[in-house]
């Protein structure tokens, strides 16, 4: 390698797929201004997460040369929506694949995944984009990628990737970092300073996300007992995926991952004591998380404001459209005041809106939400007045919001995707005062936190459901899974497990 540059090749492809969703994700909802994107402006596409992380610190090395392969960046549906169809992973696969033949060869490639993709007739697409970089680029080449928490992964992927670094905390502070760990790991795996050895172990434990917390015990405590394995054996990094249970895909669950310095016997036996620890603490992670009923969760909201503990956050966290009205019926029916429901989710009146010309001071009198699926609930009407059109958070996306004001003091933020407010910020980036307000409702499980939570924001925090065991739902029984026995994982049936 003496006299030439490291050539590493970046991409990305990532999605948080609910299958459970009665629409799928097509290559029209990864097409957009900027998506696919190639070369630098791959490059730059997340200056604060895993890329961002990894783009800074493999450029703080002399003579190692970027190479961004055409990647589409995010959905413009978030992870609100469903199965990517086999068209839709084939066409940016590739094209990915085309471009990195095209500007190889490659001394490195690093991924920039999620974990819980779903595509229909490919049941583990991580796994799969590595079988298929690694055919281009040949077994001499390292392969390392960054994955979120919430991937449902086995030992498939690491049987043609050398390394992955796994996001621990939730909500997700230490993208930046594991961008960094990435890069760093690979540059030194080329240089033939790490050698990677690594051990992958499945638990039979599943659990809803909103559960999985890690401001709290025990899900905090098994954080900390990864970091304090890294901390006690150099070069050893350890991946905990908490599992995404609302994409049936056949790897769902928890699973441990070990990367070591060419020491396979220490990988393998530090899985076993993660994965034993989890086992132990299974009935407090699956109890660590209070959620209450659409109904008692307002009627304490109402509580908490005349307490004076406000503002209170209803956390409507079952909600995987965006389109669910339950929360926002449910407030009306109880006549809560001052309260900023930021957002609910209607592509079709967003649009109608827009086309009318829409602006502030108009009447506003309309059916919205509902309809998406069955989750949803009915449409809800909503009579007030226009307070705001603005650009959405992500103004790349071409998305505009409408602001309604109604009620006593009510503001409703209509988008056309579901969006997941994690930080008062976000709400007055769209003219919003935050702390105007005696409760917001949002539809987010545990991100929200970060703002809202972390910050000590707001006093009151209550985690919100319907009666019904929807999509979204904690009570994972009441779903259709095909591709997964629930009796197989515990607490939905009586698996053994032996670390």
């Given at each position: 390698m003496t006299g030439r540059p490291i050539r590493i090749a970046v991409l990305k492809f990532s999605h948080e797929t609910v299958t459970f969703l009665p629409y799928d994700t097509t290559v029209a909802d990864f097409t957009y201004p900027g998506s696919p994107a190639r070369g630098e402006a791959l490059l730059r596409s997340e200056p604060r997460s895993y890329i961002g992380g990894f783009v800074k610190l493999a450029r703080e090395h002399a003579g190692v040369e970027l190479v961004g392969i055409e990647s589409p960046l995010d959905s413009r549906a978030g992870s609100g929506s469903g199965w990517l169809?086999?068209?839709?992973?084939?066409?940016f696969a590739g094209r990915m694949i085309a471009d990195l033949r095209?500007?190889?060869?490659?001394?490195?490639?690093?991924?920039?995944?999620?974990?819980?993709?779903?595509?229909?007739?490919?049941?583990?697409?991580?796994?799969?984009?590595?079988?298929?970089?690694?055919?281009?680029?040949?077994?001499?080449?390292?392969?390392?990628?960054?994955?979120?928490?919430?991937?449902?992964?086995?030992?498939?992927?690491?049987?043609?990737?050398?390394?992955?670094?796994?996001?621990?905390?939730?909500?997700?502070?230490?993208?930046?970092?594991?961008?960094?760990?990435?890069?760093?790991?690979?540059?030194?795996?080329?240089?033939?300073?790490?050698?990677?050895?690594?051990?992958?172990?499945?638990?039979?434990?599943?659990?809803?996300?909103?559960?999985?917390?890690?401001?709290?015990?025990?899900?905090?405590?098994l954080v900390q007992r990864a970091l304090v394995w890294e901390a006690r054996e150099p070069d050893v990094f350890v991946n905990v995926f908490f599992g995404f249970p609302w994409a049936d895909v056949p790897d769902a669950g928890m699973t441990f991952q070990v990367i070591a310095n060419g020491q396979p016997e220490l990988a393998q036996r530090i899985a076993r004591d993660m994965a034993g620890f989890a086992w132990r603490q299974r009935e407090a992670l699956l109890g660590s998380t209070r959620i209450h009923r659409i109904g008692e969760g307002v009627a304490l909201a109402r509580q908490a404001v005349a307490e004076g503990r406000r503002p209170v956050v209803l956390a409507d966290h079952s909600d995987r459209s965006g389109y669910a009205t339950w929360l926002l019926r449910e407030i009306m029916a109880q006549g809560l005041r001052n309260t900023l429901v930021a957002t609910v989710a209607d592509a079709p009146a967003v649009e109608r809106l827009l086309a009318q010309g829409v602006k502030p001071g108009d009447a506003?009198?309309?059916?919205?939400?509902?309809?998406?699926?069955?989750?949803?609930?009915?449409?809800?009407?909503?009579?007030?007045?226009?307070?705001?059109?603005?650009?959405?958070?992500?103004?790349?996306?071409?998305?505009?919001?409408?602001q309604v004001r109604f009620g006593e003091g009510n503001v409703l933020v209509l988008t056309p995707f579901l969006t997941q407010i994690m930080e008062p910020d976000s709400l007055r980036g769209i003219g919003l005062d935050p702390d105007g307000f005696d409760?917001?409702?949002?539809?987010?499980?545990?991100?929200?936190?970060?703002?809202?939570?972390?910050?000590?924001?707001?006093?009151?925090?209550?985690?919100?459901?319907?009666?019904?065991?929807?999509?979204?739902?904690?009570?994972?029984d009441g779903l259709r899974y095909e591709n997964l026995d629930l009796r197989a994982f515990y607490p939905y049936g009586e698996p053994a497990f032996g670390a």
């Open positions: 169809t086999t068209e839709c992973f084939e066409h095209a500007q190889g060869p490659f001394d490195g490639v690093y991924l920039s995944l999620h974990g819980a993709m779903a595509v229909r007739g490919v049941p583990r697409p991580e796994a799969e984009l590595a079988r298929r970089v690694r055919e281009v680029v040949g077994r001499g080449v390292f392969l390392a990628a960054t994955f979120d928490p919430h991937g449902n992964e086995d030992e498939e992927f690491l049987q043609h990737a050398d390394m992955a670094f796994t996001v621990k905390y939730f909500p997700h502070y230490d993208a930046y970092l594991q961008g960094e760990r990435a890069a760093r790991m690979l540059i030194r795996a080329i240089r033939g300073d790490y050698a990677p050895s690594h051990a992958t172990l499945k638990l039979p434990v599943i659990s809803p996300t909103v559960l999985q917390w890690t401001g709290a015990s025990p899900w905090m405590d506003f009198d309309m059916e919205i939400g509902g309809r998406a699926e069955t989750s949803a609930g009915d449409p809800v009407r909503v009579r007030g007045v226009v307070q705001a059109v603005t650009s959405g958070l992500r103004e790349n996306r071409g998305d505009q919001w409408v409760v917001i409702a949002i539809k987010s499980r545990v991100h929200f936190r970060r703002g809202f939570h972390d910050t000590g924001f707001a006093p009151t925090i209550l985690l919100v459901e319907p009666d019904q065991p929807f999509l979204g739902t904690v009570r994972l």
